[in-house]
């Protein structure tokens, strides 16, 4: 796993050297103006993210061959029998195949996918997050870049998403639902987030937060129902297949480490609840993306229990994807908000990039639930 950690080594890099920039140490004028559109953009990051992900063996990611040998057989086929063999999406469908018979190899695909969630993950931080250098570190240690290294066609749709929360909190709903519809044409699991549009309008409180996982449980017990109803007006029967044929084939018991990472998941949302009101201090703009970050990650610990009662965790935990995003804003705002002392919070802070160094070690070395490790070359 080195060569993530050198990727995070290079995201501090890329700050330390801002930093350096901006205490006025480079005299040149020219050379610093260049400097920092680099670090507008976070370009080096940006840099460092995509050359990893490009040029990667397509052995990394447990899902990259499968999505591989798909291309290579659009080149062989016609386009009728493209639509008709092909169990994607449409959207991932039609640009694959459109790369697949110009010609292009299947490492052009990884570079438009890498290019487009690096910008999109870049540019969601830097609209929402006070310590953008942390929610990048916490893109890779926290398994969200990994991910976009397996489930290419999930996390394009994720990418679409976050841009579609940026022109919500800019009040351009329509728009944001649009890019809502788009993603779901890469991964039909993306129209989750077309309940975003309606948490931006909750005000959290308890009695919202009961209603909100009475809802989840009831919904729970609805949702094998709800999926086999899909099947039968939706061709897209790969994921109701679980359900519908075999539900118990799949998926084994949680173990004891599944079990302490979902109470580990559920203990983070209560501090984060109970530091709203009794340990951070934000403004009023601040409070509304907190309390809606906070309502977004509250079903992750909620589908991590909805996977466990239906023995379908994989299956639920990939639609995880769509809330889980929520912590490196929700952690930052945390820190900044932080009604302590400065030389408190500067150990708080430090403590929380060990934290996440910790977690990334147990994510990448030891758990790799993307086969993202050991990590290979194409060269």
């Given amino acids: 796993m080195w ?4 990727l995070v080594a290079i995201i501090f890099l890329d700050f330390g050297l801002e930093f350096v920039v901006n205490k006025k140490i480079v005299a040149d004028s020219k050379l610093k103006k260049i400097l920092n559109f680099i670090f507008k953009f976070r370009l080096i990051s940006v840099l460092a993210l995509v050359i990893i992900s490009t040029f990667r063996c397509y052995s990394v990611g447990a899902d990259t061959l499968n999505y591989r040998i798909e291309f290579e057989n659009f ?3 016609s386009i009728k029998d493209c639509f008709a063999s092909s169990r994607f999406e449409i959207g991932y469908l039609l640009t694959t195949m459109i790369i697949a018979k110009i010609g292009l190899s299947f490492r052009f695909v990884i570079l438009l996918s890498s290019l ?10 830097k609209e929402f997050s006070p310590n953008k250098c942390m929610s990048i570190v916490m893109f890779v240690g926290l398994g969200l870049f990994a991910q976009s290294l397996n489930i290419i066609r999930h996390i394009i749709a994720l990418d679409f998403v976050l841009l579609s929360i940026i022109l919500l909190f800019k009040n351009k709903i329509f728009k944001s639902i649009i890019l809502v519809l788009i993603a779901s044409l890469f991964h039909v699991t993306a129209l989750v987030a077309i ?9 959290l409180s308890y009695p919202l937060l009961i209603i909100i996982i009475t809802t989840a449980v009831v919904g729970i017990f609805i949702f094998p129902y ?4 899909i099947e ?7 994921y109701t297949q679980y359900f519908v044929v075999q ?25 984060l609840l109970l530091a709203r009101k009794y340990l951070t201090e934000l403004n009023e703009q601040e409070k509304k993306h907190y309390d809606f970050y906070l309502i977004v990650y509250l079903f992750v610990p909620l589908i991590r229990l909805a996977g466990f009662v239906l023995k379908a965790q994989s299956l639920l935990n990939r639609l995880n994807v769509y809330f889980f995003f929520a912590l490196i804003i929700l952690l930052p705002m945390f820190l900044k908000g932080f009604k302590l002392n400065k030389n408190f919070k500067f150990i708080a802070v430090g403590a929380s990039y060990i934290i996440i160094l910790c977690y990334m070690y147990y994510f990448y070395a030891i758990q ?12």
């Fill in 3 to 6: 060569i993530y950690l050198i």
């Fill in 75 to 77: 080149k062989s086929l």
């Fill in 116 to 125: 487009f969630t690096a910008y999109c993950f870049i540019r969601f931080i």
């Fill in 195 to 203: 309940l975003f549009v309606g948490f931006k309008y909750l005000k």
């Fill in 226 to 229: 709800a999926m086999k109803f």
């Fill in 232 to 238: 039968q007006i939706t061709p897209l029967n790969f």
């Fill in 247 to 271: 539900k118990y084939k799949f998926y084994a018991e949680p173990g004891l480490i599944d079990n302490l990472y979902s109470i580990a998941l559920t203990v983070i949302f209560i501090v």
């Fill in 368 to 379: 790799d639930p993307n086969g993202v490790v050991p990590f290979s070359w194409v060269f």
